[in-house]
């Protein structure tokens, strides 16, 4: 152990333990210690809610949708279907319908989202059966005329259509024209499911029918709208997305979930980081108290310093004294800081203290998911704040004349 350090220690606590200076130095350590757990506890949870979002869309969603660059309906789709299978990455295809409708129940009419699939290939790149309320995942009816369909529980609910009940759809790009005006094509459909997936935008606006339904309501005939691709890792989809692309050619693109969810995503890091910045400001507020803590040191220590610098201690090893003591500051509190947000968030992680009420999240408990690289960004944080905190204050005692400082003691 240097003799700075060894200095510094000492000056940690002042002639009394209760001292002035004591308690600025615990209150110091405190800031660091609630700033670093409040932020790594922060970011945890919303790295959390960005998982238990992603985890969502990618059960609602394929990895990767590949369509037409004009948007127009897909002719080939069989062989384009082969072309991306061929590439090693993939997993599994799916052929799809998606357009606008309206739908009308007994007591409401809304606009949706048209989803059409086939049951047992959607499930392969998807897990849209898996939020099934009800248990059949198929577009079975008990009436024979009637075309299955799979609601959103909230849609459910806005139009109070429950199992069974019968429901239109209605398509407008297929709309008639007579005297009396345009006339919808319509298609009547009975209720064979309910899903809720947890995120509201699905839940309240899309809607499931089979395909060959589907082709038939807008008169697409063989052809569907889009392909969606699962890939053996979802976190490399655009990756695998441009190997589909070069296997296709120039007539098809692919259109990888994070592209689809570019928006959402940006959104939620860019909260990350405003909720880091923010927290951030309980440790340099702590910066501070270690500042006014170094200061009352030099002036409570300025005889002891004045006899170290007559006996030849050079300005930059005082400087080194006070650093030192900074530094443990930050470090002491920044480590027990990331240790309290640890057991809080393993605490929250295994037994799910917090709740939340199901009936307005698609969660029932807080999220937890820590993160290595927040606990040492944190950590690091605190450390440098602390150390930037000592810089005025080590220069400070680093320029006193120790002739008077031993004079005026």
């Known amino acids: 152990m240097s003799l700075e350090f060894h200095i510094a220690r000492r000056y940690m606590s002042s002639k009394h333990r209760l001292g002035f200076v004591s308690v600025i130095t ?11 757990a409040a932020l790594v506890i922060v970011l945890s949870v919303m790295n959390g809610f960005e998982e238990e979002v992603r985890s ?14 004009t948007g127009q309906p897909i002719s080939e789709w069989r062989q384009l279907r082969e072309q991306i299978d061929s590439v090693a990455e993939v997993v599994a295809t799916s052929p799809i319908i998606q357009s606008k409708c309206a739908i009308a129940s007994k007591t409401e009419t809304d606009g949706v989202v048209v989803m059409a699939i086939i049951p047992e290939e959607e499930a392969k790149v998807s897990r849209i059966t898996d939020y099934m309320l009800t248990k059949s995942i198929s577009f ?54 309910i899903f809720e997936t947890g995120m509201y935008e699905y839940d309240a606006n899309m809607v499931y029918i089979p395909l060959e339904s589907a082709q038939s309501l807008f008169n697409l005939g063989d052809r569907i ?44 890091t860019l909260e990350k980081w405003a909720s880091f910045i923010i927290l951030s400001l309980i440790i340099a507020v702590a910066a501070f108290n270690i500042i006014s803590s170094l200061i009352m040191i030099v002036l409570e220590k300025r005889k002891e310093i004045g006899i170290l ?57 807080l999220p937890i998911k820590m993160q290595l690289l927040d606990f040492v960004s944190v950590g690091l944080a605190a450390f440098i704040l602390s150390f930037l905190a000592t810089l005025y204050p080590s220069a400070r005692a680093a320029r006193m004349n120790p002739v008077e400082a031993i004079r005026y003691e």
């Open 26 to 36: 615990a209150i110091s350590i405190g800031g660091v210690i609630i700033g670093t």
């Open 56 to 69: 969502r869309i990618i059960g609602t969603g394929s990895d990767i949708i590949v369509s037409h660059v």
């Open 140 to 193: 079975n009816t008990q009436d024979s005329n009637m075309v299955g369909i799979w609601l959103g529980v909230n849609l459910a609910d806005r139009l109070s259509a429950g199992l069974n009940e019968k429901v239109k759809l209605f398509s407008l790009k297929e709309a008639a024209s007579n005297i009396s005006g345009f006339i919808p094509k319509a298609m009547n459909c009975q209720v064979a499911g």
């Open 225 to 268: 709208t889009a392909i969606s691709v699962k890939t053996n890792d979802y976190n490399r989809a655009e990756i695998v997305g441009k190997k589909i692309d070069s296997v296709i050619g120039y007539k098809y693109y692919s259109t990888s979930w994070k592209t689809l969810n570019k928006n959402l995503f940006s959104w939620m």
């Open 309 to 365: 610098m007559s006996l030849g201690m050079s300005n930059n090893r005082i400087k080194k004294i006070f650093i030192y003591q900074g530094i443990t500051i930050g470090s002491f509190g920044g480590g027990v800081g990331c240790l309290i947000g640890y057991i809080v968030c393993y605490i929250q992680y295994r037994f799910h203290v917090i709740t939340l009420p199901a009936e307005y999240y698609f969660i029932s408990a």
